[in-house]
């Protein structure tokens, strides 16, 4: 089946640096990749939509300069967390659906849990 | 708010009892997803009904969903303590954005 990489698992970084959490399709390609955003005991907020070759479209209220997509090939998406402050500590997940397929199921991947110190 | 409701928010059952959740949501879909979630993990697709099906099985999973209503529910069947974990409903547009709910924490006991 289909599978997303998605590294690190976990990540802790000081106030003010940048985080990048990668997303990976290792066997099938996806043109559009998703970003959530999960706080504990809480649901998946979306926040960004991610296609390769063009521009993410960010969710309302998501500030698109401090979290950076980048989905340079078909099998990539990336997400940086810029000047990371201790309210961006969070679950982030990325999911992907395969070029061309009709919306079944998404693949997410394992998801990044980064704590800002 | 871009999610829908589920209820309950927390359920607790012994081993081997049924335990339905259910899910509302606001806009047209073209299909309704459920995800299971174990603690700090990823998510895990467990059945998709599209917005013209109205009942669909997979193993112990019984979905149902009434486009009328804006509502589904996921029924697990005689339950075990490993399907204790957090379910998701997830409704696709259009555009292919897939929006949540808020959740419902299982809790199976032995």
Redesign the interface.
């Known amino acids: 089946g289909a599978v997303v990489s ?1 590294h690190p698992s976990w990540v802790i970084c000081k106030s003010g640096t940048s985080v990048k959490i990668e997303c990976r399709s290792l066997d099938f390609q996806a043109t ?1 990749m ?1 970003w ?1 955003r999960q706080f504990p ?6 926040m960004a ?1 991610s296609n390769e070759g063009s521009k993410a479209t960010y ?1 309302q209220g998501v500030e698109k300069d401090k979290f950076l997509i980048n989905h340079a090939s078909l099998t990539l998406s990336t997400l940086t967390v810029t000047s990371a402050h201790p309210e961006d500590s969070s ?1 982030y ?1 990325c ?1 992907a ?1 395969p070029t061309g397929s009709s ?9 990044t ?1 980064l704590t800002v110190v | 708010s871009q999610q829908g409701e589920e209820d309950p928010q927390a359920l607790s059952i012994q081993e081997g009892e049924n335990a339905t959740m259910n899910c509302s949501y606001k806009t047209s879909i073209n299909n309704l997803q459920w995800y299971r979630q174990n603690s700090g993990r990823g998510l895990v697709h467990l059945i998709l009904i599209r917005s013209n099906e109205r009942e669909k099985h997979s193993g112990r999973l019984r979905v149902t969903l009434d486009t009328s209503k804006k509502s589904s529910s996921l029924l697990i069947t005689a339950s075990r303590a490993a399907d204790t974990a957090s379910y998701f409903c997830a409704t696709a547009n259009q555009g292919g954005k897939l929006i949540f709910g808020q959740g419902t924490e299982l809790s199976v006991k032995p």
């Open positions: 998605q559009t998703f959530y005991k809480q649901s998946l907020m979306l939509t969710e679950f997940i999911s659906v919306q079944y199921g998404y693949t997410f991947g394992s998801g849990r």
